[in-house]
């Protein structure tokens, strides 16, 4: 099992950033996917995730109504769209992939909002 995260980087408040999750060796198409992250001194939090088939999707309350998750089983991709960015989205952000009993993480892409 591989996952790979992209699109992290610098943005301003109020700004977006599109992430990326490339997932390999296992059927991507058959497993929930989920986003956490991870702040300076924190705990590693959810913040979203949706079903195998991109039907259901959930969100923390932090992030309802900035952040979209979705999902490309042709391209075996998760994303996350992130608009209207606080500083306090600030984190190191991981893809998770729940594989039967098991779950898999990635290796995380940094996200910083700072003016």
């Known amino acids: 099992v591989q996952l790979v995260e992209s699109g992290g980087g610098l943005a301003q408040p109020g700004g977006s950033l599109r992430l990326s999750c490339a997932a390999s060796?296992?059927?991507?198409?058959?497993?929930?996917m989920s986003w956490a992250r991870q702040g300076p001194g924190k705990e590693r939090e959810f913040v979203a995730a949706?079903?195998?088939?991109?039907?259901?999707?959930y969100y923390a309350d932090s992030v309802k109504g900035r952040f979209t998750i979705s999902r490309d089983n042709a391209k075996n991709t998760l994303y996350l769209a992130m608009n209207s960015l606080k500083p306090e989205d600030t984190a190191l952000y991981y893809c998770y992939a729940y594989i039967g009993l098991d779950g898999y993480w990635g290796q995380g892409t940094q996200v910083t909002v700072s003016s």
């Open positions: 949706i079903s195998w088939s991109g039907r259901e999707e």
């Open positions: 060796g296992f059927t991507f198409s058959s497993a929930d």
